[in-house]
């Protein structure tokens, strides 16, 4: 193995333990506001460093290696990639941040109704957020591809979510600080999930080399 | 000429078709087929003794000089639609449209200006005027004039060898080639002659067709437009160079582009 | 540490031993050469006027003289030079530009090589057979340059070949490439870069020529000569006169060998003189080589 590849396989590594990172902060940051345990959210905001930190020193790792080993073909996409990743997954850390910030609100109050679409919605935008980079792992196209499929799932479940709290709001005013709240919560981890999609376009882009992003799903076929 | 032959001429300076070559009893080139675009620069690349060398020299017929090479196939040249290897074809009409620089600046140990105007000698032209013409213009067109306008009757061998090089450039821009032909012409200088060469290759396409041999990849990466990857004898990749640099088709391709190669 | 300094003490105190030898043996060609001069020198020197130069052999020594030698030198060396130097570089050029590589010109160049190795003796029997009894020369100027160039041809083929090997393939590509005929490159670029190899390689076989005795004697060069050969020069139309090629001749080296071969110690100093002369002759022509060698060096670097 040349240091080149070891150095590559370094930066791989790298994205997984940040990749690891954020999902275990978007799981804390939902069940901070499921189970209304706004020591975990504190702690959730807290960590929030360590992830931008990580995003620093990846990208600082990949302008490194383009200018020194002047990568070609795989590996100047897999560093492009791996460069473009890292900001969607910095973002996704950043969101979870924010759900930890309306946790803590939302525990402040009475609890509005029992969450049931958003630990649903979490668990299909986590898993995206594992899959995308276990295809990157593994450089399985139809992982990534289903990743993007899974997509409209949350899509609609957000949608879902804000209608039943706009009838909320529309009953009883009193609920509209709240049921908003909440409403964010639900668009925090839709954009998750849309972070995710785009991870998995850059993972396809880094196995095929064809670009994906910005075409409609039968041209993504 | 159909429609659709024009067509093709308009884009195409020359096209190779099922390609064969010997040395003798061995091949050398293996069945190779490539488009040559009108003004562009097309890059073959890779390891050595994959015949990229062998190829190049195919198009301006030196293997002619050898005795025991053989061609087989077409190499065809447009818009007149000549085979450039068929054997009723003198070498010499070849060379006289298609010119060629080296790997190493090999000027004649002669004046400046006498290297630029040989070729034109060849053809037979003496008269001062066009010379001086010619040769100001090729020096010009080889970004080497205003180094050298005032010593045109130095000895070549007093320039540096990047200069050495575009000089050879300019004597092969001194006969209008229809074709440049390019053997690793940078191989043999330090970084920032060659950085001339390459800014001046890219000019040149403007003006000429140019294919070029490079051992340095990155240096096909920044002056062609296309590239042809060859492995013992054989093409395996032809694509946009960005194509080839960014996502090869071919594994073997990724790997001598990654430098896993072998 | 000790012993890596051991090791290097002898390994260098073998350096010095063969740097003393080489140095002694370059001393004992030297010498011999030196103490040959400076015998020749004592022996010669006094003889040496311009009387000596302008006179004809004589029986008294103190009246013999070198004229119709150095003459006849001169001539043969001209005819030798203006036949060997059209034929041996023509050749040349042929064999390394042109010729394929095939059996017969390999037979050629094995044949030229021999040549170069053939007893000189056995040159004047050759030209003997050929210039005096099939052309019927006669025992004339002619025949002998013309021997003589028999004997030098294979330098001056070889001296050839040799600097036109020097010019370096990507020259004659560089030529080609650009449209040029095989005689185009020749003429323009293989001739003149191997101009000095070439003229280096004529003197140093007209050098070795203009010592050479058996092959002139056995075409019948005289002994004793006390007329100079027709003068190239007429007064009658057209002026110019070829007829000294078929006059008889002697030469420097014929010369002093008839000298010390008498008894007398005046001619024993005119052969010393004569032989000056002679060495002095070859140095000179040694030196022109060396000169254009120097010229062509400075211009043509590969």
Sequence with gaps: MTVFEKELGELKEKILRMGAVVEAAIRDAVASLVERDSDLARKVIENDHKINALDVEIDEECIRLIAIRQPRARDLRFITTAMKITTDLERMGDLAEDIAERAIELNEEPILKPYIDIPRMTEIARGMVRDALDALVKGDTELAMDVIKRDDEVDMLNVQVFNELLFFMIQDPSTVSRATRITYVSKYIERIADHATNVAEMVIYNIEGKMIRHLTPSQKQ | MSEMSIAISEKLKSEVKNLNFYYGAVQALKNISLPIERRKVTALIGPSGCGKTTFLRCFNRMHDLYPGNRYEGEIILYPDNINIISTEIDPIEIRMQISMVFQKPNPFPKSIYENVAYGLRVRGINNKQILNERVEKSLRGAALWEEVKDRLHDLAFELSGGQQQRLCIARALATDPRILLFDEPTSALDPTATSKIEELIIELKNEVTIIIVTHNMQQAARVSDSTAFMYLGEIIEFDRTEKIFTAPTKKLTEEYITGRFG | ?302
């Design chain 3, 1 to 302: 540490m000790k012993d890596i300094k051991r090791r290097i003490a002898i390994s260098k105190y073998w350096d010095y031993t063969f740097a003393t030898i080489g140095l002694l043996s370059s001393f004992v060609g030297l010498a011999l050469l030196l103490t040959l001069f400076l015998d020749l020198f004592i022996d010669g020197f006094p003889r040496l006027s311009y009387k000596f130069f302008t006179s004809f052999p004589s029986r008294f020594p103190e009246n013999a003289g070198i004229l119709s030698a150095w003459v006849g030198t001169v001539l043969v060396m001209i005819v030798t030079a203006l036949a060997a130097i059209p034929l041996g570089v023509a050749a040349g050029i042929y064999l390394e530009e042109y010729a394929g590589k095939n059996l017969f010109t390999n037979i050629i160049e094995i044949n030229i090589a021999n040549l170069a190795g053939i007893p000189s003796i056995i040159y004047g029997l050759l030209a003997l057979g050929l210039f005096v009894y099939f052309f019927k020369f006669g025992e004339s100027i002619l025949t002998g340059g013309l021997a003589l160039t028999l004997l030098i041809l294979p330098v001056v083929i070889m001296a050839t070949r040799e600097a036109i090997r020097a010019i370096p393939n990507s020259i004659r590509e560089a030529s080609y490439a650009l449209g040029a005929t095989k005689w185009q490159t020749v003429r323009w670029h293989i001739l003149p870069y191997s101009t000095g190899g070439i003229l280096t390689g004529i003197i140093i076989g007209l050098s070795r020529a203009i010592g050479e005795t058996a092959p002139l004697i056995t075409v019948g060069a005289l002994t004793f000569i006390a007329f100079l050969p027709t003068s190239p020069l007429s007064s009658d139309f057209p002026f110019i006169s070829f007829r000294w090629l078929l006059d008889p001749f002697t030469v420097m080296p014929i010369q002093l060998f008839n000298w010390v071969s008498r008894p007398q110690k005046g001619f024993h100093m005119n052969a010393a003189a004569a032989g000056i002369v002679l060495m002095v002759m070859t140095l000179v022509m040694n030196g022109i080589a060396i000169y254009i060698r120097y010229r062509f060096r400075k211009k043509i670097k590969w």
